[in-house]
């Protein structure tokens, strides 16, 4: 890997045999092109269609399924076997469905960092493709490029370059070609330097090519991520290791019944026969469905709230994260630099307002101040508005007068930020630099310079002119003489000077970005628009300080809110200096002094993993990392058994949103290849969408147990009723279409239901799960198990009792057929929760499951009392008296459970005192 800031521009001009003023000759770039490639990532092979839709047919339990669609069909069981069959083909569609729909989505949020760019070649510029640059041209860049290539820079003029995306500093960095770094220097601090995925905010330069492609940082970078394991979520492990289980389990205690059977004497053929039928109805073949449906319908519900799921178990895996990693710059932040403060006439006003919006007050002791009135604070404001070159826009669209006044939903800024951030402040007083030029146009301006660290513009017209001046508070204070104290200019005492540094020392203090701003009247021989320079930045009246800074989203302290009420970590890594990370994570309440640790990076280059393993848990502020850094934060964290998001929008986020649990990629600001190695991408880029993604993803788990536990429950109480019945030396209770019917009725609609049941109200106040806890756990084995006794007693109970008592198998197998169904429609609404009844949940808050379970009741009436369907299931009608008796012995502890909530809230009602 070449250093290319250890080198001097002579050395990589020879290096690359290019002319400075000539660039390369059209040969000189095929043969480079051939040698090099174009500059672009490597894409990966995409996989064909047909091969996504076959590997949905590839886990074990669609396998067994299909062999239990073979095995129906063999029994001429046509109806159930095109049931399963359908069951599966859904399955397999809904999952190829749902990622291709996320793919095509994310190819919408997709843009080209730099589709053209500008070089000298065979002597002329020329604008070409940015994939056909290649090592050795002369690349002309200006205010507003997006860069494609990395660059050493050969000359540069004002140049400053945004590189957020891929060092997370959030500021711009200003260039200079003529410096030399070392080995040490961070990616951050190579100032000759410019990188592919950056952009320019101001000036102008011009850079020799010196990678391109994979070669890049950027792609570096990529190449990190294809190293980056994929490991299966948490429900992935669990439901396979649930479905194995359950297989294996009810083939077992099936083989056991058909053993029995033929030991008590009944026919070889007819035990086989419903031993088979009994293991198809006991599989649970819904399984699969039921969480795929589950999950799809959450990831809808997630797309219509702005969150793209690449992959269905992906809102699983965020319903059982424990930390969240979160990048600062643009995820926790607004990423548009905001006037917070400004110090102008002896006080101190807060400005409020978000972003680039132009709504907003200036506030003295926190009472709305009158600007009319405030004339020091004008005469600052229109500093800040008038040395700048930024433009304020609207839907990407230069707007000025009343319409900047109308409600927009999109501002931005075209420039540099940091004088978007004036301009905004200003356009909060109503002040306008286009208005201002109407009458006074700008002569000249002498241009911001890192040595200089300052910026000079002049206005006028008529002999009258002025100089405004902006720029560090130490440079521009050596330059004044006077001090605007509102209506009157007075001489800068060192009683003022120190009270200004005061102010200066207490915005830096919270972290703000502090500019001075500085003014001076000229006379017509002082104005020489073709020789402006800095001379005449001095004797200059003192205008005012003013304060920015990348402030925190306004909806993203309560969601973190949310997340510490739900026993969820967040925690900020940034590339961004220590200082103000802690002051944004400080606001945020991420970051608290006496309980908290802030980690630098060069602390972090110190610490071996074991080390780093003994903090971890209690580091909230990661500052000035590598994407390296990063990594290591997420696998320290791994290793401390949590299940960790990543949230990030640049380059840098990429391989540890890879190597997360789960990653989260920002859709707006966001990076293409953040994006590919993520596996949920936010389209609005809104943090709080993250805490709504974990809460359905812990309601879309929570569907899965109370699935599972109404699954098994009732297959447990079918083959147990099969079971006892043999035991006892009763002919079969059930016929092998009876069960194959009840599985049918009850393992179709009402299951689905079930699993798209509304969120618990109490489900974001409860701790994460514990990502290595059983499916079972929480006491939901011993209720399968109580609930499947009782269903098999029941069934048998009823069957017993009518074949004993009026000697009639016929109408024992009928009254047990319908006990069996209805046991389990009442069951169904019990599973709606683990801790509270039925009623307390509240009968009809899912109507969907209201109108499954209606229709299997009458689905199972008109197997009871059809002709035709008499016939092929051996049903006889049923009197009255059987329905009651049927009922009673189905239902009666949801019958119990509710007459007690009757009673509960009859005796609430009681106790409420009476109103007057």
């Given at each position: ?17 290019t ?40 886990d074990?339990?669609?396998l ?8 129906s ?15 599966v ?17 994310l190819q ?22 940015a ?15 997006k860069?494609a290539?990395d ?8 140049l400053e ?5 891929l ?14 770094c ?49 490991e ?6 669990r ?28 026919p070889?053929?007819?035990m086989?026969?419903?031993?088979i039928?009994?293991?198809?109805a ?17 990831v809808?519900?997630?797309i219509?709230r ?32 905001t ?17 680039y ?46 319409w ?30 286009e ?24 206005y ?43 102010a200066h ?16 009247k ?5 104005v020489?628009?073709?020789a ?22 306004s ?18 890594i ?5 200082d ?30 074991k ?15 590598s ?74 788990y ?19 009723t ?38 618990q ?19 939901l084995s ?11 007693c029941?069934?048998?109970g ?14 024992a ?30 009968l ?6 209201v ?17 035709f ?48």
């Amino acid at each position: 890997m070449e250093q290319w800031h250890r080198r001097t521009v002579d050395e990589i001009i020879g290096f690359w045999q290019t002319e400075v003023n000539e660039g390369l000759s059209s040969k000189e770039v095929k043969e480079k092109l051939q040698r090099f490639g174009f500059n672009e990532m490597a894409a990966q092979e995409k996989i064909a269609w047909w091969k996504k839709l076959v590997a949905q047919f590839q886990d074990f339990m669609v396998l067994v399924l299909l062999a239990a669609t073979l095995i129906s069909a063999f029994l001429g069981e046509f109806a159930d076997a095109a049931t399963i069959l359908i069951i599966v083909i859904i399955n397999a569609i809904l999952g190829f469905v749902q990622e291709y729909r996320a793919e095509k989505s994310l190819q919408a949020l997709q843009k080209l960092s730099a589709p053209t760019a500008r070089v000298l070649r065979n002597g002329n510029l020329q604008q070409i493709p940015a994939r056909e640059l290649v090592p050795g041209d002369i690349l002309i860049i200006e205010t507003g490029d997006k860069l494609a290539a990395d660059c050493r820079l050969i000359e540069t003029k004002g140049l400053e370059i945004e590189e957020a995306a891929l060092t997370g500093e959030s500021l711009p960095v200003s260039k200079a070609a003529s410096l030399l770094c070392n080995e040490a220097s961070a990616l951050g601090d190579r100032k000759n330097m410019v990188y592919a995925g950056t952009s320019v905010t101001r000036g102008r330069g011009t850079a020799i090519v010196c990678d391109t492609g994979m070669r890049t940082e950027v792609g570096r970078i990529a190449d990190m991520l294809q190293t980056a394991e994929q490991e299966p979520t948490p429900l992935e492990i669990r439901l396979a290791k649930l479905g194995h289980l359950l297989v294996w389990g009810c083939l077992a205690v099936c083989l056991v019944v058909v053993l029995t059977g033929i030991w008590k004497g009944e026919p070889l053929f007819l035990m086989c026969m419903a031993g088979i039928s009994l293991a198809v109805a006991a599989i649970p073949e819904g399984l699969p469905a039921i969480v795929t449906v589950s999950l799809a319908l959450g990831v809808q519900r997630m797309i219509r709230r702005n969150a793209i799921i690449r992959k269905l178990p992906a809102v699983e895996t965020l319903g059982c994260t424990t930390v969240i990693c979160s990048d600062k710059t643009g995820t926790l932040t607004q990423n548009t630099m905001t006037v917070r403060q400004v110090f102008a006439g002896s006080h101190a006003f807060e400005v409020t307002g978000n972003g680039y919006d132009i709504k907003g007050e200036f506030l003295l002791n926190q009472a709305k101040v009158n600007l009319q009135r405030e004339k020091a604070l004008q005469v600052c404001l229109t500093v800040g508005a008038l040395c700048n070159n930024s433009v304020l826009k609207r839907n990407n669209v230069g707007i000025s007068g009343l319409w900047r006044r109308a409600q927009a939903d999109s501002w931005s800024i075209e420039g540099d930020p940091t004088e978007g951030a004036l301009v905004v402040a200003a356009g909060k007083a109503g002040i306008w630099r286009e208005t201002v030029e109407k009458t006074q146009p700008r002569l000249g301006e002498v241009p911001f310079t890192s040595e200089r660290r300052c910026m000079s513009v002049v206005y006028g017209q008529k002999g009258l002119y002025t100089l405004y001046t902006k720029g560090a508070a130490d440079t521009v204070m050596e330059v004044c003489k006077y001090y605007n104290k509102g209506n009157v200019e007075v001489i800068l005492t060192p009683e003022m000077k120190e009270q200004i540094m005061t102010a200066h020392d207490g915005m830096a203090s919270q972290a703000l970005r502090v500019l001075a701003l500085a003014y001076r009247k000229l006379g017509p021989q002082q104005v020489n628009k073709d020789a402006l320079d800095e001379s005449v930045e001095r004797d200059m009246v003192f205008a005012g300080l003013i304060g920015m800074i990348d402030p925190p989203r306004s909806e993203v302290k309560q969601a973190i809110l949310s997340c510490r009420q739900a026993g969820i970590k967040t925690v900020m890594i940034t590339g961004d200096h220590r200082d103000t990370a802690i002051a944004i994570a400080s606001e945020l309440q991420i970051y608290q002094e006496n309980s908290s640790y802030a980690l630098a990076g060069h602390e972090l280059e110190k610490l071996d993993d074991k080390e780093l393993d003994k903090i971890v848990d209690q580091v909230a502020v990661y500052a000035r990392v590598s994407p390296a850094h990063k990594l290591r934060i997420v696998k320290a964290l791994k290793r401390r058994g949590h299940v960790v998001a990543m949230t990030g929008d640049g380059i840098n986020d990429a391989p540890a949103i890879k190597e997360a649990n789960i990653g989260v990629a920002m859709g707006k600001a966001g990076t293409d290849v953040t994006k590919e190695a993520s596996a949920m991408v936010l389209a609005d880029d809104n943090f709080t969408t993250i805490v709504a993604a974990i809460e359905e993803g812990r309601g879309i788990y929570e569907n899965i147990r109370k699935f599972i536990r109404y699954l098994l429950s009732c297959n447990l109480g079918e083959v147990l009723t099969m079971f006892i019945a043999s035991l006892l030396g009763f002919p079969l209770p059930l016929l092998p279409v009876q069960i194959l019917w009840v599985n049918l009725v009850t393992d179709g609609f009402p299951a689905m239901a079930l699993g798209i049941d509304p969120n618990q109200r109490d489900i974001m106040q409860r701790p994460p799960r514990n990502p290595e806890e059983s499916v079972f756990s929480r006491g939901l084995s011993r209720k399968i198990i109580m609930r499947g006794i009782q269903i098999s007693c029941s069934t048998v109970g009823i069957f017993a009792l009518v074949y004993l008592l009026q000697d009639n198998l016929q109408l024992a197998r009928t009254m047990a057929f319908v006990t069996l169904v209805l046991s389990q429609m009442f069951h169904v609404f019990d599973c709606r929760s683990e801790i509270f009844t039925a009623f307390e949940v509240g009968l009809t808050k899912n109507k969907y499951l209201v109108l499954a379970v209606t229709g299997s009741v009458l689905m199972q009436i008109g197997v009871v009392y059809h002709p035709f369907f008499q016939g092929i299931f051996q049903t006889v009608p049923m009197s009255l008296f059987d329905w009651l008796l049927v009922v009673a012995i189905s239902g009666w502890t949801f019958i119990t459970s509710g007459v007690r909530y009757a009673f509960r809230k009859k005796r609430y009602m009681f106790s409420q005192p009476k109103r007057a």
